[in-house]
């Protein structure tokens, strides 16, 4: 079936407004026709068209990329654990700054300091 320009601009401007008019039952046509054009092609049908989309290939790729995201997940925190160090106690902490300060010439009591 060939069409010519001015058939596509009269289809063009009917759908632009019934996608105005009612956007829900536009964009449902659309997608039916779309199934309609896939089966035709294919040669499967309609129905198995939409069969094979929706039951079969879509959650096959759902299950598959969350398989993949878990998989990336995993190994991050893998990578991130393996690279991140320990962080110091405060009791750690305490002894590096008396180390620091004592090798720059403070001095210590070992009872602590002088009370009054």
Not at 2 to 24: N, R
Not at 31 to 45: A, E, K, P, S
Not at 108 to 116: I, S
Request: aromatic share 10%; proline share 5%; hydrophobic share 45%.
């Amino acid at each position: 079936m060939d069409m010519d320009i001015q058939q596509l601009t009269y289809c063009g401007e009917v759908m632009q407004s019934a996608l105005v008019a009612d956007p829900i039952s536009t964009i449902f046509g659309a997608c039916v026709w779309i199934l309609q054009v896939i089966g035709d092609f294919t040669g499967v049908g309609y129905e198995l068209a939409n069969i094979i989309i929706f039951v079969v290939l879509h959650p096959a790729l759902t299950i598959g990329l969350f398989m993949l995201w878990r998989r990336a997940h995993r190994r991050a925190l893998e990578y991130s654990a393996a690279t991140v160090q320990a962080r110091p106690t405060a009791q750690q902490n305490r002894k590096s700054i008396k180390n620091l300060l004592m090798k720059h010439g403070w001095r210590f009591h070992p009872q602590g300091p002088p009370r009054l």
